[in-house]
């Protein structure tokens, strides 16, 4: 199973132009891992450490997804996926 992924940013249409899909937890903690260490130098993640629960709000009509935040505890949020991972 696959799932798609978009950062946080200002607008949902600027979220939307950096989407990108993942096969496994794995492969997306690891691309979070490098995203946040280049821009935080935040180092390790363990896969434990990276929160995806249903979004409030559940289905967006205007993208079509089963919205899930992905967060981590002490940065907050950093973007939702389109199914749970």
């Known amino acids: 199973m696959s799932f798609k992924y978009r950062k946080q940013r200002g607008t949902l249409s600027e ?5 990108k899909e993942f096969h496994s937890r794995s492969d997306f ?29 559940g289905f967006d009509e205007r993208i079509g997804w ?4 992905v967060y981590l505890d002490g940065y907050g949020v950093l973007g939702f996926t389109d199914a749970p991972v």
Do not use: C, P, R
Request: proline share 0%; glycine share 6%.
């Open 15 to 19: 979220s939307m132009k950096a989407v």
């Open 29 to 57: 903690v690891k691309y979070l891992q490098n995203d946040l260490d280049k821009e935080f130098g935040i180092g390790e993640l363990d896969l434990n450490e990276v929160k995806v629960k249903k979004y409030s709000d």
């Open 66 to 69: 089963d919205t899930h935040v």
